[in-house]
């Protein structure tokens, strides 16, 4: 597991969507990794895929993460 697995952002959402029974897709996982790396890029899927948690998830861990440095 690398740092990226071990964020407190990438946790939150993880169990998040375990409570809501369900699990980010591989694309999804893959998505997250690239962004956390510092890459930019387009998520081509069908509609209703998650192509949006795929791309917002990076904002949310920066969030987190900014908020636990004050």
């Known amino acids: 597991m690398n740092s ?7 946790r939150t959402v993880l169990t998040w969507l375990q ?9 999804q996982l ?3 990794k690239k962004i956390a790396q510092g890459y930019s ?3 081509v899927a069908p509609t209703g895929f998650g192509k949006t948690y795929s791309v ?3 904002n949310i861990d920066r969030l987190y993460e900014s908020s636990r440095a004050l």
């Open 19 to 27: 409570q809501q029974t369900r699990e980010p897709f591989s694309f």
């Open 41 to 43: 890029g387009m998520v």
């Open 30 to 32: 893959q998505t997250w």
């Open 4 to 10: 990226f697995e071990q964020s407190y952002g990438f």
């Open 56 to 58: 917002f998830y990076r």
